[in-house]
């Protein structure tokens, strides 16, 4: 059975599912008819999701039956839809964006294996000409991809956005890409509580350049960004770090009194595995 045919074959399957809210009255269109013949006068599977996209997304109206029951075949198409609704990304109207991003992770879900090829990037342009909705969507999920080409397009969004900033940090830490380093610098010295501490949350998930910067924050003017930096220091210090844990507890320890507890207990370790580095430093032979 070909591609063709076995699609038409889901839609007539699936569409009854929809119930009474979609079956045609007198003055009614017919949601199945309407898709079913859709599907089959197609051609191949890529053309029958772009024709399901089209009803879907309509240019002008469209009956809203129709067009629930075509995003819904859409999600069953997986796959085989991913090229047509990352089209539909680009061309639907400001308010229906969201909704394509919906079903473009909903076609995503049905699938066993594998990540088709153009599913991050339809993510990522939902991010980039999508509206602040579309955007909430996709920034996390590009995340649980750790996608690093979307981190330039994340923290674009998050400039544009003041509202984005908290889902973005977020998403910019899990993905780990050292390139947010300067964006997560300027949040963590001037975001608002909250945000200023998952900032530094992510700094920490960084390279040792996030390190770097939180180092650096340990000696802020401002006791909020301090605190917020050792805190998230802590968790990934390394003996690198001693030096900067140091003079927090010989300078700020009264900023939070547990806090300065939880640095003496980790210059205590680290102390330990310092030593033991350097002896066994001392007892491999230099080489001649």
């Known amino acids: 059975m070909s591609r063709r045919w076995v699609s038409v074959a889901l839609a007539l399957s699936a ?11 007198n003055d009614a269109p017919d949601p199945r008819k309407i898709i079913v013949e859709a599907l089959a006068g197609a051609g191949d599977v890529p053309a029958q999701a772009e024709a399901l996209a089209a009803l879907a997304w309509p240019s002008t109206g469209g009956d809203l039956a129709v067009r629930a ?10 796959r085989y839809g991913m090229a047509a609704l990352w089209k539909a990304v680009l ?10 991003v919906e079903v473009l992770l909903g076609a995503f879900r049905r699938l066993t294996q594998g990540i088709p090829e153009e599913y991050l990037p339809a993510l990522d342009d939902a991010i980039w000409f999508g509206t602040r909705e579309a955007r909430q969507v996709a920034i996390p999920e590009l995340a649980r991809f ?13 400039r544009e956005e003041a509202e984005l900033v908290g889902i973005a940090v977020e998403a910019l830490g899990a993905i780990g890409d050292p390139r947010a380093r300067f964006y997560l610098e300027r949040v963590l010295n001037e975001g608002k509580a909250g945000v200023r501490e998952s900032a530094a949350v992510a700094l920490g998930r960084l390279d040792e350049s996030g390190r770097v910067v939180l180092r650096t924050a340990t000696r802020s003017q ?10 998230a220091l802590l968790p990934v210090a390394t003996v690198d770090d001693l030096t900067a844990l140091y003079e ?4 700020h320890a009264d900023d939070d009194p547990a806090t300065a507890r939880s640095v003496q207990a980790a210059t205590t370790l680290l102390e330990k595995a310092l030593e033991a580095q350097q002896a066994a430093d001392a007892a491999t032979p230099a080489l001649r």
């Open 146 to 158: 750790r996608s690093q080409p979307s981190v330039l397009t994340i923290i674009d969004a998050a």
């Open 222 to 231: 401002i006791k909020e960004v301090r605190l917020a930096a050792v805190r």
């Open 91 to 100: 061309r639907v109207p400001p308010a229906e964006k969201v909704e394509v």
């Open 69 to 78: 029951a075509a995003r819904q075949e859409l999600v069953g198409f997986g």
């Open 248 to 251: 927090f507890a010989g300078t």
């Open 15 to 25: 569409l009854p599912l929809l119930g009474a809210t979609t079956r045609a009255t």
